[in-house]
Structures are given as C-alpha cells and as structure tokens.
C-alpha cells in the first residue's frame, strides 16, 4: 500500500494539477492528492450531514468518483474545486434520496474527536459544533453552501464560485450576507464574544 | 482560515468567521478511517491498472458459460425436433428472426424515429439508420448538456446546457441540426432539467441552486415566470393532463413524496410519501392515469401503482421485492414511463449498475418480467415495438411482440456504443427518449 510516509517526501513542491494528471498513471500522485485533500472533503461532508458515519461514507463516494474520474480533470481549473464539485453533487444525491429524515441528528453521532482533551473541553467543543451546524442550517441554502466550502473546505471565493456556477463576486456576497444573517437571525452570535 | 476571506469580510462578520473557522478546525478526519479509504482506493487503483491481466480472467468464464448454454440450446432443440418431426428447421429460424428484426429496424419499417440519449454531459442522436450516434454541440460551445426531453409530437428535442453554471434550453429538430437557444441571454442558474407541456407550449424547469423555485416559460422563450414553492423539489416537475398544475418529487417540512400543487404554488397535495424517485411516476399518454412507483422500506417492498383520476381508484399492478430499512445500498427505482397505448409500463430496478434491471409491467396487472438485466434508462419508442436500454456502455434495443410476455424476448439487438461525453456521471443521469418521424408508424402485428 502506499503510505504516507512516502508521498509525502515524494511530491513536496508538484502543484496539484500536475500532479493530477500524473495521478492519472501514478497511484503515489493520486495518495498525495487524497491526503492533501481529505480534510477538506470530510469536513464539507460532516457540516452538511452532521453525523460522521454519513460524513465517511459520503467522504469515500467523493474520492471513489474522483478515481474514477481523474482522467476527466483537464488541469485547466481548480483541482480543489472540480474535487469538492463532485463532493457538492454526492452531498445532493445524498439528500435527494434521505429527503425525509432528519438532516442532522444532534447529538452524541456528531463526530469531535478530541481524545487529548478533558472531558468538559470536549463536550463544550461539541455543543459549539452543534450549534454552528444548527445556525447554518437556519439561513439559505447557498448561503450556507458558499460558508461551508470557503471555512469548512477551505476554497478561495473564486474556487468556490466554480463549484456553484456563480462568480467570485457573487460568492463574497453569498458569504458577507450568509455571516450576517448568521449574526443576526440565529442564536449564534450570542455565542460570540463580541470584544 | 483563508486569509484572502478574512481579509475581504466586514469588521463585523469576523467574530462569527473566527468562531466557524475554530469549529472547522476542531473536525479531525478520524486516523483509521484516513487509513482504510485510502487502502480501498489504492485497491481500486491497482485493478484499474491491470486491464491486460484482469479482462483475460474476466473474460473467459463469461465465455465459457456462453459456449456451454449454446450447447445446452442446441442439444435441446435437436432433441425436440427430432422427437416432433415437422417442425422447421432449427439452422435457419433463429438468426433470420433476429436479422429479420435488424434489417426492419435499421430500414426504418419499425420503431422509427431518432434515439436520443444523454450521458456523460452529452446529448446525441441515432444517425438515419440507427447504426451509430451524432453528438450534438461536437464543438461543446455549451459547457453540460446535462438531459433531455422530447416535445409531445416528438419532432422537437430540447436539450438542458449549463455554461458556466448558467443553465438555457436548447431546441433542435428530429435531425439534430444546429442547437439554438431558447433564451438569448439566460440568467437562470444551473438547470438540472425540463419538461414539455402537453400541448408543446410551454416548459418547465428547475434548478437545483434553489430548489423551492420552478421556472414556467413559453417554447419560444417568452413568458418566463417564477414560482415560489412552500417546500423542497428533487427532480423535474411533469404537467398534470389538465395543465393546470404539475406534479413533482418534493419534500415539505414533514417528509419527502410525489406532490400535486397548481401553476401559481397552491394548493399543494400529497399523492404518495413513498415515491423516491424524481422519474418514478408517468402519465399515461391520454392523461386519464399516473403511475408511479412506492417504495415500501417498512414491508421491503417495491409497488407499481395506477391511479384513474376521474375516480381516484388506485390498484397496485405489480410488486416486486425490496429490502426493509434505510440507507444509500436499497435498491431504486427509475424511468417509468408508459407505451403509447396505455397497455404497458417500463422502469428499472436495483441498485447500482449491475445489479439493476429493466422491467416490462401490463397495466392490467400480472407479473412484472425482466427484460434485461445490468441494465437501466429503458425507453419505449413510439410504435410500441422496441424498447431500448443502456448495458454495460451500449444501447440495445428489443424487439416487444403484441402479445403480453410472461418472459424475456429474443436476444436484443445491439444498437450502437455509447457517446463517451464530456466528463464521468453518475449513471443515473443516462436518459433515453425516442423521438417520431413526420408520419407516425402504427403499431405492427
């Protein structure tokens, strides 16, 4: 298998649209770009459903998809985006088919590994997620969208923009409105130590 | 966080930006799950890597078990014929059938009318004798052809493009002569798809950036109107018979089904909560009957439902087994649509591509048959004659006698490769839709 130990001294410098296209014949290349990018695709998946297991299991259809398509990457864009746009249509075909439950069941599913933690620092981070998740649910979907790809996945504007058909400046009025309506329609800014 | 964000966000916003992106940070992947999904994708990775060797050993049991079922047939038709003299000779039979079905097929005596398919962000369409297909936009001027959907005459074709995620309606002829817009300047967002009117005057689309919005518009790109909905839509709306009001897969706040509401967001009722698929229901081509198709995970089972709706009666016509409880492994179902007459239905069943089949179902009820499995995107073609499907990245096409079948056909006829495309998509974005010459055919004996 290959590990990371490996790639990692492998490919320290190779952007990752070169790296793209070597991955192509390369399984090392496309381990880099899997390592480099699975925070991200992981973290889009557990903003959106809240609970680890779907955040996994949506986690391994995104990167599967982008194996199987990696050929279709031309290198001309964003690798990051046309990865998190495969993510964005696994996360819809996800809630197409689950349109009658319940987004995000709350509670002890919400995945907040803290094993180095105390006990008390640990629930307090998982009822600060807890509510950040509920808030965002609370404003407009792509509001919520452009949020959690540029803070969560961690796009510039113009990448998120290429994952939601919209400009860079539409996408920063998504996100400067989505922050407002957070500060003032949801509990959250309660929550905020406003200094 | 990205700074270039932080930087460009109002003094105020930042506390708020800080406190997502501290919660951000606090989302670890979990170690072993890092570990396992990259042992699994080096694992796909390397079987992809071995076409040469793994084709040789893919190939040759198939093959085997061909060549041994041939035997099988041939020894018992021999059999048979020899002990009932008479009977026509086996040598000949068979093939001139199949040829027989070929040569009126690619003549155009039957089943006429282009095959349009959408795959892979392409639309294309069947050449004059079906022997291969012509991709539309070959000079991908629209970014996705992302589907399709024949006028109700079936001599327009029009094709759902998003460039640069602003989605138009392009129309063409039965030839598949130059894509033209339908808007000249469209400012919709990305268009997932679109329906015909029943009187071929109006469409219908959605986009899946808002998903409480349909958008009404005349065919000739006039008239463009908004409709707000009090709920969620998953797929494209169809026009109820009466034009009056459409039908969709939606959800409200309560849960997801098929849904009835008027043109103007009204009076919204709720048909099923057990449809799961935004292609799951059809009328039938009079407009006296929807069917659709519920998905019973408490009984683990699938039912094909018609309803009359002048009296409102609905009858299960087929059922066929599920499996109970949740999750993305169920098997679905897809593509229902029903035969000009009103006799038959086709959809498909399963799970993924393998494991998926088409189904041929008799409004009258009786056993639902496969017809094919590994296979989806079934689509009846206007005389009723063929049904063509998708299998393993190839179109088939199979001959449907007049008489009700209690088992699967003859061998299909391989009608021609699929277009490669434009990018990989999920195949259950594969559609199939015959269009209709000038002079309809009539169904044949």
């Known amino acids: 298998m290959t590990t990371l130990m490996t790639i990692q001294t492998q490919y320290p410098l190779m952007d990752d649209a070169r790296l793209a ?35 996994e299991d949506l986690t391994s259809q995104t990167f599967m998809a982008a194996l199987e398509g990696i050929r279709s990457y031309r290198g001309t864009g964003s690798y990051a ?52 998740l509920g808030a965002l ?26 994952v939601l058909g919209k400009s860079e400046g539409a996408v920063k009025m998504l996100i400067s409105r989505g922050l407002q309506d957070l500060r003032t329609r949801t509990s959250l800014a309660l929550e905020v130590d406003y200094e | 966080m990205n700074k270039e964000i932080l930087n460009q966000i109002p003094a105020d916003e930042q506390p708020i930006a800080s406190k997502l992106d501290s919660a951000a940070e606090t989302m670890k ?5 890092e570990w396992k999904l990259e042992t699994q994708l080096m694992n796909v990775y390397k079987t992809k890597t071995q076409p040469v060797h793994g084709w040789y050993i893919k190939i040759i049991r198939p093959v085997g078990w061909a060549i041994l079922a041939l035997c099988g047939v041939f020894l018992l038709s021999w059999t048979i014929r020899y002990l009932i003299p008479g009977l026509p000779s086996a040598a000949g ?47 991908e001027n629209i970014g996705e052809l992302r589907s399709l959907a024949w006028s109700p005459n079936g001599q327009q074709l029009a094709v759902i493009g998003n460039t640069t995620g602003s989605g138009n309606i392009y129309l063409t002829d039965s030839t598949g002569d130059q894509l033209r817009p339908v808007l000249p300047n469209s400012e919709l967002g990305y268009l997932m798809d679109a329906a015909w009117s029943r009187d071929g005057k109006l469409f219908i689309m959605w986009s899946a950036q808002n998903n409480t919005v349909v958008y009404l518009m005349n065919a000739d790109g006039t008239g463009l109107v908004e409709i707000q909905l009090d709920m969620q839509i998953f797929a494209t ?41 935004g292609s799951g229901f059809a009328w039938s081509q009079d407009g006296s009957r929807l069917a659709y198709i519920e998905m019973d995970r408490d009984l683990g ?29 169920l098997p679905e179902s897809a593509n229902l649509s029903w035969s000009l007459d009103g006799k038959m239905l086709t959809f498909e069943f399963g799970g993924s591509t393998t494991d998926r089949a088409v189904y041929l179902a008799y409004a009258d009820g009786g056993v639902p048959v496969k017809l094919a499995s590994s296979a989806h995107a079934p689509a009846l073609s206007a005389d009723g004659n063929c049904l063509a499907y998708i299998s393993d990245k190839q179109v ?28 990989i998509a999920d195949f259950r974005l594969d559609k199939l839709g015959w269009g209709s010459e000038k002079t309809p055919a009539s169904k044949q004996p």
């Open chain 2, 93 to 139: 039979e068979s093939p001139s059938q199949n040829i027989s079905f070929e040569a009126r097929v690619r003549a155009g005596k039957i089943c006429t009318g282009p095959v349009a398919v959408a795959h892979n962000f392409s639309v294309s369409l069947t050449n004059q004798d079906k022997t291969g297909f012509v991709i539309l936009d070959e000079q």
């Open chain 1, 21 to 55: 296209h070597q991955a192509r014949a390369d399984p090392e290349a496309f381990a880099e770009l899997y390592h480099r990018h699975i925070t991200s695709v992981y973290r889009y998946h557990l903003a959106h459903t809240g609970n680890d297991k779907d955040a």
């Open chain 2, 396 to 423: 088939f096409l199979l001959d449907l006698p007049g008489t009700p079948l209690t088992s699967p056909t003859a061998m299909p006829l391989l009608l021609a490769d699929l277009p490669i495309g434009r990018a």
């Open chain 1, 137 to 162: 649910r609370n404003i407009s979907r792509d509001r919520a969208e452009a949020l959690i790809l540029c803070f969560f996945s961690g796009l510039s504007m113009l990448e998120a923009g290429l």
């Open chain 2, 29 to 33: 992947v979990p170690p072993t799950f």
């Open chain 2, 301 to 329: 089972e699938a039912r094909l439902v018609v309803e009359e709706i002048a009296t409102g009666i609905k009858s299960v016509i087929a059922k066929l087994p599920g499996r109970k409880g949740s999750g993305s492994w």
């Open chain 1, 81 to 132: 985006a046309w990865l998190m746009g495969i993510a964005s249509r696994k996360r819809a075909r996800f809630f197409r088919r689950s349109g009658d439950r319940p987004e995000v069941p709350l509670d002890a599913a919400l995945h907040v590994p803290t094993p180095s933690l105390p006990t008390d620092k640990a629930a307090y981070q998982r009822l600060q997620m807890d509510q950040i």
């Open chain 2, 237 to 277: 709306p169809q026009f109820a018979p009466d034009g009056e009001s459409i039908v969709f897969y939606g959800a409200d706040s309560s849960s997801s089904g098929l849904f009835e509401a008027k043109l103007d967001g009204s009076q919204i009722r709720k048909i099923s909560p057990l449809v799961e698929d």
